[in-house]
Every structure is written in C-alpha cells, then in structure tokens.
C-alpha cells in the first residue's frame, strides 16, 4: 500500500498537501437556473445586471406628492397658498413627473379656496428618486455570491423569479455507526443545505466493505461524503471498499481533529471520506469540505476576521490543530484546540487552524479566524 494511505505515524499528509490534491481534481460545475424562492444559500453564477431602479421616483411615505420649491418659506405661522390641486399618494405610488417630495397629510390646509402649504420639504425628501435602488447599468449581485435572505428579497420586489446559480449537489453515504448514531450525517446535510448544495443521503445496508461498495456503485454526484469507518478498528472498511471501488489519493492527514480522513475517486466523482464521530468531521469539514464546495461554485471564499487573543494557545508542531475560539468585542478568547469538547463547540463562534509548524500564538497575537458554519461572519 501507498505510504500516503496509511494512518500511522510519519504516514500523515500535509493538510496543505491534501488540500491542494482535493482541489485539483474538482472543477467548477455548470450554472443551472433555479427558482428564486429555492435559490437561498446558493452562489451566483452569472452578474445580475437590472436596469434603472426605480424608473421613477416613488413615495416612501402617505401623503401629498409636491415640487419642493412651491413650498418654500411655508409654515403654521405663514401658509404658502398653491396654485394647483396637489395630488394624494400612497407609499410606493409613483409620483406625477413634476413632482419632487412628499410632505404629511397634516401639511396641507384645504379647507379654504385654495390649498395652503404649511411645512417645507427638500427636494427628494420622503422619495425614492429613480436610479436609487439600482443604478444604470448596476449590478446586483455579482458571481461568487452567497444568496442571502435579504438577496432574495430585494429580487422579489424587482420581480425577478428565476436566478442563474450554481448548486452542486453532494450525497451523504453513511457507513452507519454500531450505535445507530447520525449526528454527523444530520450536521453535514444542515452545513450542505446552508451552503446552497442539493443534498441527497443514503445509508448503507450495513458497515462491511461489501455493503459500502454496492452503495458507491450507483452513487451518482458533483462530490461525494462517505461518512464513517475510516480508522483502522475491526468495523472500519470504507478504505478497503474505495480501494476496491475506486482510487484512494491519500488516507490521513497531519490535522487534529480529522486525522483519518481520506481522498479518493471513485468513477471520476472524487470523494471525502469523513470520520464519523462530530468533532473529527468538523475538522473534514472546515479544512476540506468547504473548500471544495468553494472550487465547486466559484464561491468567494470567506474573508477571515483577524483579532488577537486573550491568552495564549499552544500547539504541537507536526500537526495542523483546529482551534475554538469565541469573540469577545474587539479579541478572540481561545477555547479548545486538536480535541473539541461539546461545552466548547458549543461556546465558540468561529475556528482557526494552527499552521502543522506553529508552536501556537501567544496572548495579545493577531489570529485568523472563521465564522463555525451557521455562525454569522459578523462585521
């Protein structure tokens, strides 16, 4: 056997190494146009470029649709009398072409001959003049994009209903656990779904070599997540049935946790197999998963948040460490690192990796840090 695929030591990987060896062999995938309303968390494949929005000013507020300059100097104390009927709008009416603001209700008196202003109003006061919301020629979301709530909303009111995206679609095979447990499974397809990817899940007929390898054999997926059986216990046979089914690239990788996970191709689809307990995945997750969701969609990777520590963090060299750490105004305050107790998961907001030749960083350093998935990047 390659010596790359074995998990002993010495045997390890570089996390750079993998990395780059996942990467390589994943290109992007083909846009598809998606309804809008199931486009959340997905990324934009193509500039949405609208045209003049709004095309004409709009009233931000009930009231009376004016030119400003009619109603200059006018108040309580000194009604300026107009001499055309004004006209009521509605928040979001279009107004007449000579109009410029709205004033309130109360700011016109009509009960004599003529209507009297009795309040002042800039010009573009209380509107949404054209070209506000988007400009000529603006785009509105650029490729590489993250979908949000509010995208799709802002899409709505343009009555946009479809958008061009690119959602990779990932399936979760499960080599199950003895205890039945799915923690994992059910982690990776809540990360997935909330990184916009079409998610299917299957479960093989039992953990055996054979069972695993009837699975991979029908799998059909832009990427591939075995999850489970991959250390060297008696019950782990996912490394033999890639190495039946397909091309193992590496087994182990020098990063705490997710020491066991390996890369391979199985009919040209590549594949992560993923740890099965949590902690382990997350590191699969944060160190590769995500990435190669990234090369999948084009996606602008995350811009880290960089602040300094409350206290120090000490690393072994040799080996990448995933770090928990939680923000604290203007620092981060380290919480666990390489073994992530669930009091700590729980704790923490974002995630740095110590570098596999990094000691650790003393207090007060400036790190880099990620928001954990489901976690907001934040300002």
């Not at 990395?19 to 992007?28: G, Y």
């Not at 507020?61 to 000194?78: I, K, P, T, V």
């Not at 979001?92 to 000579?98: F, I, K, N, R, S």
Request: proline share 8%.
């Amino acid at each position: 056997m390659d010596s790359r695929r074995r998990s002993g030591p010495g045997a390890l990987t570089s996390l750079e190494a993998a990395r780059a060896l996942l990467l390589n062999a994943l290109r992007p995938i083909d846009p598809v146009l998606t309804p809008r309303d199931e486009a959340l968390g997905c990324i934009c494949a193509e500039p949405l470029i609208v045209g003049v929005q709004p095309p004409r000013a709009i009233a931000l507020r009930d009231g009376w649709a004016m030119r400003a300059e009619d109603l200059a100097g006018a108040s309580s104390y000194a009604p300026v009398l107009l001499a055309t009927q004004p006209v009521a709008v509605e928040t979001g009416d279009a107004l007449p072409p000579e109009c410029d603001c709205v004033i309130d209700h109360h700011g016109l008196y009509l009960s004599g001959p003529m209507p009297q202003a009795m309040i002042e109003a800039l010009p573009g006061e209380n509107v949404r003049r054209p070209g506000e919301d988007v400009a000529a020629g603006g785009t509105l979301f650029a490729p590489g994009h993250r979908l949000r709530l509010t995208d799709l909303a802002c899409a709505q009111a343009l009555g946009i209903e479809h958008l061009a995206v690119r959602r990779p679609h990932v399936l979760i095979l499960d080599a199950p656990a003895r205890d039945g447990a799915r923690t994992t499974c059910d982690f990776l397809k809540r990360a997935l779904v909330a990184a916009g990817a079409r998610v299917t899940q299957h479960t093989c007929a039992d953990q055996s070599a054979a069972a695993i390898q009837t699975s991979l054999e029908t799998a059909c997926a832009d990427l591939i997540l075995l999850v489970g059986g991959t250390g060297l216990g008696a019950s782990d046979h996912t490394i033999a049935a890639l190495e039946t089914s397909g091309v193992v690239q590496l087994q182990g990788i020098a990063l705490e946790p997710g020491r066991t996970a390996a890369i391979a191709t199985v009919a040209g689809t590549p594949v992560i197999a993923i740890p099965g307990l949590f902690e382990q995945a997350l590191g699969a997750w944060v160190v590769l998963v995500e990435p190669a969701l990234n090369r999948l969609t084009l996606r602008q990777p995350t811009a880290p948040l960089k602040l300094p520590l409350t206290q120090k963090i000490a690393s072994r060299v040799g080996v990448a460490e995933v770090a928990l750490v939680r923000r604290q105004g203007d620092a981060f305050a380290p919480l666990a690192i390489g073994d992530l107790p669930l009091q700590s998961l729980c704790a923490a907001t974002h995630v740095t990796i110590i570098a596999a030749g990094s000691e650790g960083h003393a207090s007060g350093e400036l790190v880099d840090a990620f928001p954990l998935p489901g976690v907001e990047a934040g300002p």
